[in-house]
């Protein structure tokens, strides 16, 4: 595994980290959710390392704040944390996605898939909706985020939306929240407004109904959509609901839509298995 730097149109450098296969021709590009990196989330680690152990090199796109990591008072238990991810620029998602995917592309791949997890799936939706380019092979959708959905079922959202209003008011925007958004990440006042307001990645409202299926439609590639059976922000059926958004696709039949039992929204305890499809979905694909 090595650190590679990507940097964007407006002179940001992003961070990730690159499983290189050898004599490999293709590559899988994974975006990473919120307050999620290589050294935190083992299900990224895991993705990398089998897939590049079978002939398919892996980056790993990390947001634009990846690696910050430090140590954090969360006032709401009384305990230190250390955390990371507290920063992110939501009006940038896709340059932040076409700079990975032209990095790769840079590099000479062949194929490209474009892979993500969490929030990092909407943001692939964001970028294969709007793209004008035809970069991509294949697209992997793993646990979407329906984000008005979501913004009512985790905890403290309403705290941390007025607060943050407050703080952007009188000139706090860059000051992090004294409790973590949603009870997981650590976030600036400016990007926690900036998730509430970030209309580009509300594309999945199968339960909210709240945002837009366009992107959807207009994603060019086939693929397949990913998502475990225990997915706790997708309501009463998890198949259903990634089922809903194949259906907002131009072709749903060229589609897969795979249900991993017994699987989490972070697929906890069964990285091996989310690894495994995705290396299945690609070996099936490009044979």
Same mark, same amino acid.
Request: with cysteine; proline share 3%.
């Given at each position: ?6 940097? /964007? ?22 975006? /990473? ?27 790993? =796109? ?41 990095? =790769? ?9 474009? =892979?993500?997890?969490?929030?990092g799936s909407n943001k692939v939706i964001h970028y294969l909706g709007n793209t004008s380019d035809n970069y991509v092979d294949y697209f992997i959708v793993s646990s ?30 860059d000051d992090i929240l004294p409790f973590l958004f949603g009870g997981f990440s650590p976030m600036t006042a400016n990007t926690v407004l900036g998730f509430y307001n970030a209309y580009n990645l509300k594309n999945c409202p199968v339960l909210s109904r709240e945002g ?21 922000? /997708? ?41 495994? /499809? ?10």
């Amino acid at each position: 595994m090595d650190i590679l730097r990507v940097r /964007t149109p407006r002179g940001l450098e992003l961070v990730g980290t690159l499983f290189l296969a050898e004599k490999s021709d293709k590559v899988l590009i994974m975006m /990473t959710g919120i307050c999620s990196n290589v050294f935190q989330n083992e299900l990224l680690y895991a993705t990398g390392k089998l897939l590049s152990e079978n002939g398919i090199t892996v980056i790993i =796109a990390h947001a634009h704040d990846s690696f910050s990591c430090f140590s954090y008072t969360d006032f709401s238990i009384g305990k230190q944390r250390t955390k990371g991810v507290f920063n992110d620029d939501f009006n940038m998602v896709y340059e932040d996605v076409e700079s990975y995917v032209k990095y =790769a592309k840079d590099m000479g791949f062949k194929n490209i898939i474009l =892979a993500g997890h969490s929030l990092g799936s909407n943001k692939v939706i964001h970028y294969l909706g709007n793209t004008s380019d035809n970069y991509v092979d294949y697209f992997i959708v793993s646990s979407p985020v329906d984000i008005m959905h979501w913004f009512d079922v985790m905890p403290n959202i309403k705290e941390c939306f007025s607060l943050a209003k407050n703080w952007i008011e009188t000139g706090r925007g860059d000051d992090i929240l004294p409790f973590l958004f949603g009870g997981f990440s650590p976030m600036t006042a400016n990007t926690v407004l900036g998730f509430y307001n970030a209309y580009n990645l509300k594309n999945c409202p199968v339960l909210s109904r709240e945002g837009e299926t366009e992107s959807l439609y207009n994603i060019k590639p086939h693929g397949t959509f990913i998502i475990g059976s225990k997915d706790s922000v /997708t309501g009463d059926s998890p198949k259903r609901f990634m089922e809903k958004l194949n259906s907002w696709t131009r072709e749903p039949e060229r589609n897969r839509v795979i249900e991993i039992e017994g699987g989490s929204h972070i697929f906890y305890g069964k990285h091996d298995i989310y690894a495994q /499809t995705l290396l299945d979905c690609v070996s099936e694909v490009f044979v």
